[in-house]
């Protein structure tokens, strides 16, 4: 893969609680330098950082229910539709980690299919967090096959707030199980070009991080040798 191709996959992050808008400015001037897809943030800063973005080819993208999931559907839903209001161009939204560890496989549908459900009224990307640190291997199965039928645009690995971030293993489980029509997304602690290309391998089609601009140098550096 190309220096470019590798830099469309990244959403560029930053979704630290004392994050300010100098920081934003900075988020987007970088994702703009090096071609990232997109800006990973809260939904606070959408307005904002759409506006720094305005003009560029990166999109303005919105975490919902972040970081923990624990929230009732209805709040996830108003948050995305508030963040699609405030001109996001897609969101990642953190499913009810605790209903799947229960096995309430309808409760995740019903969840899946209202927040796809908002996401395609906007015509924007999206985008589920399973937070796979908390998952049994047949629990990342089942909820991947919801996504098989529900057809949400991406599943994704973890928050990078979990126990433990994207694992190799994850990524090509739920590209095996959530079918052809529905990509992979790795994100947590991914912080060089050789983890990044082990998630590339493994089927992930996008990659949430802040090291971004790290795993770029590294490739070009090797380009180099």
Known sequence: MTIQEVAAMVDHTNLKAFAVREDFQKLCDEAVEYGFKSVAINTYPVAMCRE???????????????PLGQMTIASKVAEAENAIQDGCQEFDYVMNVGKA??????????????????????????????????????????VAKIASRVKPDFVKTSTGFGTAGAKAEH????????????????????????????????GATRLGTSAGIKIIEEMKAAALN
Not at 52 to 66: E, H, W
């Open 52 to 66: 720094m973005l305005q003009g560029s080819r990166v999109l303005t993208g919105a975490a919902v229910g972040f």
């Open 171 to 202: 990524v090509r489980l739920m590209k095996q199980y959530a079918g052809p029509d529905v990509q992979v997304k790795a994100a947590g602690g991914i912080r060089s070009w050789e983890q990044a290309k082990a998630m590339i391998d493994a």
């Open 101 to 142: 560890r229960e096995h309430d496989y309808a409760y995740i549908e019903d969840e899946m299919r209202q927040m796809v459900a908002a996401g395609r009224k906007a015509g924007i990307c999206v985008k589920v967090i399973f937070e796979t640190c908390y998952l049994t291997e047949e629990e990342i199965i089942e």
